[in-house]
């Protein structure tokens, strides 16, 4: 059974710093691609950033990209994102998610390719 379960969400000031993690079980990360979405109130679920942890190959989205940085704990099994220089547009609900590599899929981070998630965790950006 797949499980992702996300931790270290909270309050953080604009230009602070946040690191989540997702912690997997059920897979082997180096089988999986590993991503991190995110959902704002009244918005649709965007990705943030992937990895593909047998090669470190990595993708980000385009409001994220220079600030956040993504990266694996394989012998914890566990995913890593480091959120620098923080928004309050990036006050969202973040989720970790998980999918076989396939690679006609790449890096892809469209939500609706992805299997497994976990339950989510907040991140509120406010002075």
């Known amino acids: 059974q797949v499980q992702l379960v996300e931790s270290g969400g909270g309050l953080v000031q604009p230009g602070g710093s946040l690191r989540l993690s997702c912690a997997v079980s059920?897979?082997?990360?180096?089988?999986?691609?590993i991503g991190w979405f995110r959902q704002a109130p009244g918005k649709e679920r965007e990705g943030v950033s992937i990895?593909?942890?047998?090669?470190?190959?990595?993708s980000y989205g385009a409001s994220v990209k220079g600030r956040f940085t993504i990266s694996t704990d394989n012998t914890k099994n566990t995913v890593l994102l480091e959120m620098n220089s923080l928004k309050p547009e990036d006050t969202a609900v973040y989720y970790c998610?998980?999918?076989?590599?396939?690679?006609?899929?790449?890096?892809?981070?469209?939500?609706?390719?992805?299997?497994?998630w976990g339950q989510g965790t907040q991140v509120t950006v406010s002075s």
């Open positions: 990895i593909r942890s047998s090669n470190n190959s990595t």
């Open positions: 059920g897979i082997t990360l180096e089988d999986y691609v």
């Open positions: 998610a998980a999918r076989r590599w396939l690679g006609f899929l790449g890096l892809s981070l469209s939500p609706p390719v992805y299997n497994y």
